[in-house]
């Protein structure tokens, strides 16, 4: 666990300027033109998200699947923070977490177990002596 903790910290950020520089020395001055427009893309994805959120949120609640909701509002987060962030990896990390995919246990509904089913009798001692 540690590792990744360590890999995340130390080497994504040196993976994510090699791989910039990389495109860069490709495309040449056009990366800037790249990195604003993500930039922009991640701004305008969080300013959406702040506005929409509540009502997918809601959304979601109303059709017996909070999970889905929830967890498809966290990604669109993660990909805004992804693209405000300078680089070519984390454009494309953003971009594959945009895909409309969703995994099974998402996609679940939640069982409602308001109601709780059985069979009763009433037993009365008075009445019971009779017969």
């Keep these: 666990m540690l590792r990744i903790v360590l890999f995340v910290v ?4 040196v993976l994510e300027l090699a791989a910039t520089l990389w495109v860069g020395s490709l495309i040449g001055g ?3 033109v790249w990195l604003l427009a993500s930039f922009l893309g991640g701004v305008l994805i969080l300013k959406g998200q702040r506005l929409g959120a509540p009502l997918l949120i809601m959304q979601a609640l109303r059709s017996g699947n ?3 909701g929830v967890l498809w509002n966290v990604r669109i987060a993660l990909c805004g923070v992804l693209l405000i962030v300078p680089g070519v990896l984390s454009d494309l990390l953003a971009l594959l977490l945009l895909l409309p ?4 246990l998402a996609t679940v509904p939640v069982q409602q177990d308001d109601v709780i089913e059985g069979e ?3 037993v009365d001692e008075r009445f019971e002596r009779l017969r």
């Design 120 to 122: 009763y009798r009433r």
């Design 10 to 13: 130390l080497g994504f950020p």
């Design 101 to 104: 995919w969703q995994p099974k």
């Design 30 to 32: 056009w990366i800037w």
């Design 66 to 68: 909070p999970v889905a």
